[in-house]
């Protein structure tokens, strides 16, 4: 019997699942997040033979690890190949840095990356299990878009997109509101972590169990694993085999830092990790401290897709360090925090900074970043000030495309960046989105008013 790859929850109080039940329930019954029993390893010579391989062929080595026996391998190549369609460039800024910008998908968001892989899964499941799949997620920003282009007009899966209404830019709310047919959008009347409490309230409601509800967040363990392949795609093309890098990444809800760390647990060389973080700087203060304190209500940034007070994914982050964090944030027991010092540098950077650093590195290297990308940034330059640089290849993360926040880009050079074709084409669509409080109660009824209550 082949072995499959087993996940168990971080609240410990659920059974093992494999991938296909983990994607399908998206949340532990018990609240938790899904995380492998064994991270796989990638035997060296795996690593080294991506330098000859595309994207898609890489994306199939890393994943395959985890799809043993739940999707044959060659579907799972066929899925990889039809996701991944599109440029990943790593521009040179600099002797040892570059630039990925994962930016170049159908929604200009590196979201991209794991909604697309994600939906063409799920999809199949969902044809396996012969019944219909309702997804809610919560966005700050770019989920939304990306899960409702990626699961758009996907046979027998119904998306919920709930997003605050007045924290995402015109663009990225015109990409999620203009698709119609089996995507509807929410506007709440709150912050993120108030649509993302929804969101997971609503998954342990009996009375929407017949729903078959999971979630395309990063709280659903299929959103991670795809997000594991840009690392080693990024260290193929820019390190020797063997040579450890520095990637800086730009966090808030914290799904992409996991990316790096299951990547590094599964072989990739890293040296060092930098996690940038806007004002709601929740997680530098825990690694200074050893205590964690979330941000009630979030902070209001120009990084709006990382204004999260209570990033999900710490549970995931505090688990492999040996720690157990539950939902709700509180510390069962502690991490070891002198590894996690060791491995992460991490760092708050605020909106005036933002600006200051998409300047300078438009005027010092025509380099033009929008507010996520330039965190990152501002994080590894702060990191190189505390460690001295060396010949280790640096990756800075940029996750959105400029032209999604033209206003700011147009205030900090004068300009505003050409939009990609997939931006220019929401300009004129109609929107059409509901409206809800911050109300679990109500939600819930806007969602068995709106698919159906138990029969």
Request: hydrophobic share 40%; aromatic share 8%; net charge neutral.
């Amino acid at each position: 019997m082949v072995s499959q790859t087993l996940f168990y929850s971080t609240n410990g109080q659920a059974p093992l699942a494999n991938l296909r039940e983990a994607l399908l329930r998206g949340q532990a019954p018990d609240r938790g997040l899904y995380m492998p029993v064994e991270i796989p390893r990638l035997p060296r010579e795996e690593i080294a033979a991506m330098a000859n391989l595309p994207y898609h062929e890489i994306a199939l080595t890393v994943l395959r690890h985890y799809t043993t026996g739940v999707v044959d391998e060659t579907k799972l190549s066929a899925l990889c190949k039809d996701a991944y369609q599109f440029d990943v460039p790593l521009e040179h800024v600099g002797q040892h840095t570059w630039v990925m910008r994962l930016d170049r998908g159908p929604t200009a968001s590196f979201k991209d990356f794991a909604a697309r892989l994600m939906a063409r899964m799920l999809g199949l499941f969902v044809v396996q299990e012969n019944r219909p799949l309702t997804i809610l997620t919560a966005t700050s920003g770019d989920t939304g878009s990306a899960v409702a282009s990626a699961f758009a007009g996907v046979p027998g899966i119904r998306v919920v997109v709930l997003f605050p209404e007045h924290e995402v830019s015109r663009l990225q709310r015109k990409q999620m509101t203009t698709l119609g047919g089996n995507i509807r959008t929410v506007a709440v009347a709150g912050k993120f972590d108030d649509c993302q409490a929804m969101v997971k309230r609503a998954f342990a409601d009996p009375s929407l169990g017949h729903l078959s509800l999971t979630s395309a967040n990063s709280i659903n363990i299929g959103r991670l694993l795809p997000q594991i392949v840009y690392y080693y795609y990024a260290a193929s093309r820019v390190a020797e085999p063997g040579a450890s890098l520095v990637f800086s990444v730009p966090s808030g809800n914290f799904g992409n830092m996991m990316g790096a760390v299951l990547g590094w647990r599964m072989g990739l060389p890293i040296k060092r990790l930098v996690v940038a973080v806007n004002a709601n700087d929740e997680f530098p203060r825990m690694l200074k401290t050893g205590t964690y304190e979330k941000i009630e209500p979030s902070r209001h940034c120009l990084s709006n897709a990382m204004n999260v007070g209570h990033p999900s994914n710490l549970a995931r982050l505090v688990a492999l360090y040996g720690g157990r964090m539950d939902e709700t944030g509180v510390l069962g027991s502690k991490p070891d925090f002198d590894a996690m010092r060791k491995d992460i540098f991490s760092t708050s950077v605020s909106d005036e900074q933002t600006r200051e650093t998409i300047k300078f590195t438009w005027t010092q290297h025509r380099l033009l970043l929008e507010p996520h990308g330039a965190v990152a940034w501002r994080g590894f330059e702060e990191y190189l000030s505390i460690e001295p640089p060396d010949r280790s290849p640096v990756v800075v993360l940029e996750t959105a495309h400029p032209a999604k926040f033209p206003e700011e880009i147009q205030r900090c050079l004068g300009f505003s960046p050409d939009p990609p074709p997939c931006l220019r084409a929401v300009e004129n669509l109609p929107e059409q989105f509901d409206r809800l409080p911050s109300d679990q109660n109500v939600f819930r009824e806007y969602l068995l008013d709106t698919f159906g209550p138990h029969v």
